[in-house]
């Protein structure tokens, strides 16, 4: 079956715009999570949906949201882009809320602000 | 802020030696799971040990857990050039804490 899929798989935008990201999960699983990796934080945890709902946030400022739709695909959006969101965003899809299966990535966004 | 540490934070072998990994956390966990990453790429689920699990094994891979020292090891077997890649540890339950991550390099 068909893994997670994210589009773009690259973007570049410049300070103060805003961006789009997209993720496909697995047929079938119902939650969504987002992650930013960057090399001097890591991974750290942006958000989590659910069933249209988000059910989790993570410590992100107000320019970070997303939703999800009632086919499960998610988007999130970041505003008023700054040079520090250049990261690479990874979004997961796990068929219940506690990944007791474990979780399934995506390839991720490269996202680059210039 | 992350729920863990990988130790080390790289590691360099020769293709058929073994490697092991180390992580430790923070808080009382539910299970803990262990992903790899190749450069850039998504994140691959490798194995899930649950609390009350000592041992697990997956082809190549074991991983032990040890809830009252707050961490787990992850050994990989026989490694191969393919294997390298960088090594996460996870835990949380609708929302994953990663570790900082082992970089592993598997020389041919």
């Known amino acids: 079956k068909a893994g997670v899929t994210q589009t773009p798989r690259y973007l570049i935008k410049t300070r103060g715009q805003q961006v789009t990201l997209s993720c496909s999960p697995i047929?079938?699983?119902?939650?969504v999570s987002w992650y930013q990796q960057t090399p001097g934080q890591g991974l750290q945890f942006l958000f989590e949906?659910?069933?249209?709902?988000?059910?989790n946030k993570g410590n992100f400022p107000g320019r970070f949201s997303g939703r999800q739709f009632s086919n499960s695909r998610s988007e999130m959006n970041v505003s008023t882009l700054e040079l520090g969101d250049s990261a690479l965003y990874l979004c997961?899809?796990?068929?219940?809320?506690?990944?007791?299966?474990?979780?399934?990535f995506g390839s991720g966004t490269r996202l680059t602000v210039v | 802020s992350q729920q863990g540490e990988e130790d080390p934070q790289a590691l360099s072998i020769q293709e058929g030696e073994n490697a092991t990994m180390n992580c430790s956390y923070k808080?009382?966990?539910?299970?803990l799971q262990w992903y790899r990453q190749n450069s850039g790429r998504g994140l691959v689920h490798l194995i899930l040990?649950?609390?009350?699990?000592r041992e697990k094994h997956s082809g190549r891979l074991r991983v032990t857990l040890d809830t009252s020292k707050k961490s787990s090891s992850l050994l990989i077997t026989a490694s191969r050039a393919a294997d390298t890649a960088s090594y996460f540890c996870a835990t949380g339950a609708n929302n994953l804490f990663f570790g900082t991550g082992t970089r592993l390099t598997v020389i041919p």
């Open positions: 040990i649950r609390s009350n699990e």
């Open positions: 808080t009382s966990i539910n299970n």
């Open positions: 949906y659910f069933s249209e709902t988000q059910r």
């Open positions: 047929s079938g699983h119902r939650s």
């Open positions: 997961a899809s796990s068929l219940d809320r506690w990944g007791g299966n474990g979780y399934t």
